[in-house]
């Protein structure tokens, strides 16, 4: 790679952060002088170097070193919409978006963002969901043991009870990607509530 090619990269990542290049010297314990070599294209990072000016700059080696990072509005939206595999599985909407999302996230623009605000409304969800069927398989037990024998209204109660919370559930997963993926084609956030950050 050509130095004034990593020149660019550098002063474009540093200028995205809002970063003079004082203040990047200052995040990165790299001197000033060595800022300033690096952009005017008279050096490249190596080493130490290269992964504390990554970390100052919050991004990774690779994506100073080879940076090909594009913008794809097609590939969002097929990564907002892969989370619908958890139709056939709960699980599915988690590793299908999961294998997605670590493919492209230092290649594609915001990829990264996209896949975290998902994966971890996913993985909210599918908690929320089993915890309410064992919620739901614990108090039927208790409602058979306290009446003392297998009563088919208490079973039809919590079978109703695991349909609605299947359907309920579903139906609010599904509204939430579909909303998503038409915000991603206007280029606006996307926005997943409830979700635990498990993902930072």
Partial sequence: MKNNDLARRVKLLRSRKGFSQELLAENSGLSLRTIQRMENGETEPRGDTLKRLAHALDVSSDEIMDWTIEEDRGFLTGLNLSALSFIL????????????????????KDVDQVG???LNFQISWSMFLFLGLIGNILLTQYRIHSSGDINMAILMTANLLNIGLFGLTYFFNLTLVIINTIRIQNEKATWYFPKIRFLR
């Fill in 116 to 118: 975290r605000n998902l």
């Fill in 89 to 108: 599985f709960p699980l599915l909407g988690i590793l299908v978006p999961l294998i997605l999302w670590i493919s492209k996230k230092d290649k594609i």
